[in-house]
């Protein structure tokens, strides 16, 4: 069956644009995680979904950093005023529910630049 | 201190060998805890999950000690194709399944 998706696959923007990321989890999976990834670094949470609503969302950087998932399906990461700090690659996640036993599937990420 | 940490390596070792994967992590209520595999430019791929009890699969075993806060991976009969990052990874207490990862460990298989 068909894995989570990402889009853009590539993203370059200029310093203090605005952008969004897409992600679609797996058909059925209720919990949506966001990661981002510098070069040489392991993944770092950023924010976790439940259905529709932000469980947690404690690895936001800053206020510049938002996301949403208006249907419980497809997720947006928001960030407003990007900066050249924000370059990395960004991950999403699904996984059947949020137990912990549950196993997260990956996507294949957005690469973001900001120049 | 980072809550989970790992040697960054990068480990060569010829095919055939055996290699070990050390990491550490700091909160001692962590819940649950895994490998990741991620090949270059590529997602992460659950590999295995730990327990306490220690657990194999094929040439990987993986072992848990809490009292350390300590988290082991072994790979026997080195292929090529094991040539990846293996990321430490645990589940943090919380009501989510969050995970905290560690940098990464780079094993190189050399012909």
């Known amino acids: 069956g068909a894995g989570v998706s990402q889009t853009p696959s590539n993203k370059v923007t200029e310093k203090g644009k605005y952008v969004e990321l897409r992600c679609d989890p797996i058909s059925g999976h209720t919990a949506l995680y966001w990661y981002r990834q510098s070069l040489g670094q392991g993944p770092e949470f950023l924010i976790y979904?439940?259905?529709?609503?932000?469980?947690?969302d404690s690895g936001l950087p800053n206020d510049r950093f938002f996301a949403v998932r208006p249907e419980g399906s497809v997720s947006t990461l928001k960030i407003q005023r990007t900066e050249r700090g924000d370059s990395a690659v960004y991950l999403c996640?699904?996984?059947?529910?949020?137990?912990?036993?549950?196993?997260?599937?990956f996507g294949p990420g957005t690469r973001l630049t900001v120049l | 201190r980072k809550e989970v940490e790992q040697d960054p390596g990068p480990f060569n070792v010829p095919e055939g060998a055996t290699v070990a994967f050390n990491c550490t992590y700091s909160?001692?209520?962590?819940?649950?805890f895994f490998w990741y595999r991620q090949d270059c430019r590529k997602e992460p791929k659950l590999l295995m999950s730990?327990?306490?009890s220690g657990n194999e699969d094929g040439r990987f075993t993986a072992q848990l000690n809490r009292a350390s806060q300590y988290i082991s991976l072994l790979i026997r009969d080195s292929k090529l194709s094991d040539s990846a990052t293996y990321l430490c990874v645990v589940n943090p207490p919380s009501n989510t399944g969050k995970l905290i990862f560690g940098q990464g460990t780079t094993l190189q298989v050399k012909p």
């Open positions: 979904f439940q259905g529709t609503g932000a469980a947690d």
């Open positions: 909160n001692s209520a962590s819940q649950s």
């Open positions: 730990v327990y306490s």
């Open positions: 996640a699904s996984s059947k529910s949020g137990a912990t036993y549950n196993e997260q599937f």
